[in-house]
């Protein structure tokens, strides 16, 4: 599918020096080479890794991990201390939030401004520049000032320009998040469209359900360095439990033996983690004669069956039984918990506890995975005790030519005014 690298990044760093007062500034440059008059701080260090020609690869990371920065030099507006990048074909990018306008010009004298710079003649630009327009849905504003206009209207014509050039690579920023949701859904369609189409796509989000349902690979930055890259799903796993989880010093990779300790029935999953591994004895689907199945068919009886032991908690205040139907991006379909019916569990002492979630099978055909957390929701963060993603794999087939995600019991009526009025009465 994919050919040659679009994006090649090796042993790519980026210092910044920082002087504690003005002064220092000037004796750096004075005495430099003597003496360091600065501290270093280092917003992006040694990454190296390659997006394949046709690849979407989201970039995640906490605030202040070195996302922006490493965009920003990919697209040449920042300069690197180290290491090399190598681009193949023409960028379009969407940084931060009204980078390549000038405040002073109209919209309309930004189009030809910024897509001038990305590459486009003047002919290609008058071309194009009605379905620009189209689709940054802005009106009249088009003709004012760019400093007189929202954050949501600066992201709309950005968004409209960037996508309308033919960019072979595609670089989207967080700046989408200030858009309205329609105007969001109608990006990540584009995006989608320009996916299929065989561009390369660069999408910065924190939004982990987005970047599993756009992109092939994830690469998660932390504090400057490249803490994982790979499949989207585990990349993103991990960087869920490390959000969800911050007091180890290091999350447990997907492959270390403590992240693939399994419990009972549980049969390899893809993320394993939390504070008490060990705690979930069993998890798994039974249909309504108890026994387990890797497949379910049309409104098919699932019971999910959760059992722990609490014998290693110090506490049950505020204890949880959560279990999570996902399709195979990671996309959460139903979720079920014991907290949102005000369920409480007393200690077990080693004997074992078993929640059982009942609901009918309204899953189309396709393959999902089970998750089964036990919880600590004593405190707005909710800590885990315990987080199988993908303890147990099941397929769901319906015979019915159903689309979409679900297929409920849905009830028809058919009604004709005229029958309704007595007109067509024998």
């Known amino acids: 599918m994919y050919s040659e690298p679009a994006i090649s990044v090796e042993n790519l760093s980026k210092c910044y020096e920082i002087y504690d007062k003005p002064h220092k500034r000037l004796l750096q440059m004075l005495f430099r080479g003597k003496r360091k008059y600065f501290n270093e701080f280092w917003a992006l260090k040694s990454a190296s890794f390659e997006v394949r020609t046709g690849e979407t690869v989201g970039i995640i990371g906490s605030n202040g991990s070195g996302k922006s920065t490493l965009l920003q030099m990919l697209c040449g507006t920042l300069n690197p201390s180290s290491g090399e990048i190598n681009v193949r074909g023409r960028i379009a990018a969407l940084l931060e939030l ?11 004298e930004n189009v030809y401004l910024n897509a001038a710079i990305l590459g486009l003649s003047l002919d290609e630009i008058n071309e194009r520049y009605a379905d620009i327009e ?27 320009v960037a996508v309308h050039t033919d960019p072979s690579i595609l670089v989207v920023d967080e700046a989408l998040s200030v858009g309205d949701a329609r105007f969001q859904a109608k990006c990540l369609d584009r995006i989608k469209q320009m996916k ?78 939390g504070s008490h591994i060990g705690v979930i004895e069993s998890a798994g689907i039974f249909d309504a004669q108890g026994v387990r199945k890797n497949l379910y ?34 996309s959460d379909l139903i979720v079920g918990t014991t907290w949102n019916e ?74 004709n005014d005229a029958v309704s009025k007595g007109a067509l009465t024998p």
């Open 98 to 108: 009204g980078a390549g306008f000038n405040p002073e010009f109209t919209g309309k």
């Open 134 to 160: 189209a689709f940054a849905e802005i009106g009249d504003f088009i003709n004012q000032p760019v400093k007189t206009y929202s954050s949501g209207m600066y992201v709309r014509l950005a968004f409209s």
């Open 196 to 273: 299929d189409s065989g561009v390369s796509i660069l999408f910065v989000s924190h939004d982990v359900a987005a970047v599993r349902t756009l992109c092939d690979r994830a690469l998660w930055l932390d504090k400057g360095t490249v803490r994982a890259i790979g499949d989207v799903f585990p990349v993103t796993a991990q960087y869920t439990e490390h959000l969800f989880d911050r007091a180890p010093e290091k999350s447990p990779d997907i492959s270390s033996p403590e992240a693939t300790v399994q419990p009972r029935h549980v049969e390899q999953p893809i993320n394993h983690w």
């Open 297 to 330: 068919n049309d409104h098919e009886k699932m019971i999910i069956k959760i059992r722990f032991s609490t014998r290693a908690l110090k506490s049950t205040e505020g204890l949880s039984v959560s279990f999570s139907l996902k399709n195979l991006s990671g």
């Open 342 to 415: 005000k369920l409480t569990f007393e200690p077990d002492n080693g004997e074992g506890q078993e929640v059982c979630f009942e609901v009918d099978n309204f899953l189309c055909s396709g393959d999902y995975l089970l998750v089964a957390a036990i919880e600590n929701r004593t405190s707005a963060a909710i800590h885990y005790y315990e987080y199988v993603e993908g303890a147990q794999y099941f397929s769901s087939s319906f015979i019915s030519n159903a689309s979409g995600l679900f297929m409920p019991r849905i009830s028809i009526a058919i009604e």
